[in-house]
């Protein structure tokens, strides 16, 4: 059964700031590294299109960009495992079929808010509730220009 974790966190610059920093190829393994080290994202970044998130070693979750709001909203749509750069539809994988990963961006007088939700599964929730706001930390810093 999914659990839904939140966090959040503000971040003194424009919401198109951190939209990049969130979303583009060049910026997204700058922040993602806190989960993992070296992890990417294959995607055009487009709504409706497939993504695969993924580890050096060619691990990590194949989904779909559900919804995106430019500078705003994105919403993925996880669908399943990748281990040795295959998808896989065991038990386990389908754990995470339907989990929702987004995240929101509200800005007023400069500065953003920026909201991520997620669905997770029992195992990874202390992981998550750990490891994510490093990773708002890590974004923090990177739109802020403090690293």
């Known amino acids: ?14 919401k198109e700031r951190v939209w990049n ?3 583009t190829d060049e910026n997204y393994p700058k922040w993602v590294e806190v989960f993992c080290e070296g992890s990417y994202a294959k995607t ?44 896989i539809h065991d038990k386990k994988s389908k ?20 909201t991520a939700s997620m669905d997770t599964i029992d195992e990874y929730i202390t992981y998550f509730n750990e490891t994510f706001p490093k990773a708002l930390k890590r974004i923090k810093e990177l739109a802020e220009n403090i690293i």
């Open 1 to 14: 059964m999914l659990k839904t974790l939140k966090f959040s966190t503000t971040i003194s610059t424009s």
């Open 21 to 23: 920093i969130l979303f």
């Open 44 to 87: 055009d970044w487009n709504e409706g299109s497939d993504v695969e998130f993924l580890t050096p070693s060619g691990e990590g979750m194949f989904s779909i960009i559900e919804q995106k709001i430019p500078n705003q909203l994105m919403i993925f749509n996880h669908l399943g495992m990748i281990k040795d750069g295959k998808k």
């Open 95 to 114: 754990q995470w079929e339907n989990a929702k990963e987004s995240y929101e961006l509200n800005e007023k007088d400069g500065i953003t808010e920026l």
